[in-house]
Nanobody
Framework: QLQASGGGLVQAGDSLRLSCAAS????????MGWFRQAPGKEREFVTA????????YYSDSVKGRFTISRDNAKNTVYLRMNSLKPEDTAAYYC???????????????????WGQGTQVTVSS
């Protein structure tokens, strides 16, 4: 079970940190991802992190502004979002996968476990 939190209403240029707490099976065996979905759009990949936290991947639209991290002792993954833009407005979802295939980490179908969304709204 995944529980996302930390969304809110901010102004352009502000920062937010999302958290996703996991319960159940061994957290460190799962790669974790963040996706987002704006109204009327498909869910899109934002970032992913390997189970040991050593490898991270970002979409071009957030690279350099967002940082994913995880604390396996706390069963939690974080998404630090800096320099937020109005186009970052979306519901953000965390997800977990046991797949070792990197290409699957960047697509929603690669994940078997999802948290509920947390809304991020960035005003201009």
């Amino acid at each position: 079970q995944l529980q996302a939190s930390g969304g809110g209403l901010v102004q352009a240029g502000d920062s937010l940190r999302l958290s996703c707490a996991a319960s159940g099976r061994a957290f460190r065996t799962f790669a974790m991802g963040w996706f987002r979905q704006a109204p009327g759009k498909e869910r899109e990949f934002v970032t992913a992190i390997s189970g040991n936290g050593f490898s991270t991947y970002y979409s071009d639209s957030v690279k350099g502004r967002f940082t994913i991290s995880r604390d396996n002792a706390k069963n939690t993954v974080y998404l630090r979002m800096n320099s937020l833009k109005p186009e970052d407005t979306a519901a953000y979802y965390c997800a977990a996968t046991e797949s070792p295939v990197l290409s699957l980490w960047m697509t929603p179908s690669g994940y078997g476990y999802w948290g509920q969304g947390t809304q991020v709204t960035v005003s201009s």
